[in-house]
């Protein structure tokens, strides 16, 4: 109330995160909070609450052990399609390919040149 007689009322719905006594508790807590910063013109500091709304997120997943990929293989790959591309039979070519698990394919595809991943990508159109 201010010393002139004038005065402030509102209403508010408050929501309950659970249907306790310790839901309802909490809800006047913040909702009391929040009204006494808006107020006074106070900006509101998140301390906890952040961390509350995150409590029940699933722990993040971690990635599966990276595979690693036999350096002859690779090798011996990368030489095929160089000669794949020199003598134009794109046979065996095509038949190693569909041999490779995806993560062979991604760490031969970094050892190749842009025109060979050209010719790669033609061939497997074919």
Known sequence: MHKSGQWLQGEYLL?????????????????????????????????????????????????PPVKRVSKKLAQDVVALVVASEISGETSELVEALAELEEHEKQVIWKQLTGKQQEFVRITKGM
Do not use: H
């Open 15 to 63: 929501p309950l995160d659970k249907v306790t006594p310790q839901g309802a508790g909490s809800a006047i807590t913040y909702a009391r909070r929040y009204a006494l910063q808006s107020l006074v013109g106070i900006p509101s500091v998140d301390d906890d609450s952040e961390l509350a709304m995150y409590r029940n997120e699933p722990a993040p997943v971690e990635p």
